[in-house]
């Protein structure tokens, strides 16, 4: 299944795969998105499987968030590799 990123105001929710091949596109959606929000919440409730350009494109987006001092949040039940970078990176 391929990404789908839907959203209203600052709440985000992508279905489907973030892999190698939809990571770019993801890439272009959240661009420039904190130039136009201080604050958003991604749902990765919907994503079926995750590789490693899908945990480095999100990690990437958070960076991004603590460079631009603006608040990122991921909700959701979704893959577990992404919650496993998280926990090893150092606070």
Known sequence: MDLKITNYNNFFQLKG???RNSVYMFQQEFK???EKLTTITISIEG???M???GVNAMAELHNQAII???KFAIIGNG???LYNHF???AA
Do not use: A, G, T
Request: with cysteine; hydrophobic share 25%; glycine share 0%.
């Open 17 to 19: 795969v973030l892999d």
């Open 32 to 34: 420039h998105i904190f």
């Open 47 to 49: 994503i079926e499987s």
């Open 51 to 53: 590789d490693k350009y």
């Open 68 to 70: 631009k001092n603006k």
């Open 79 to 81: 893959c577990e590799d």
């Open 87 to 89: 926990k090893s990176e």
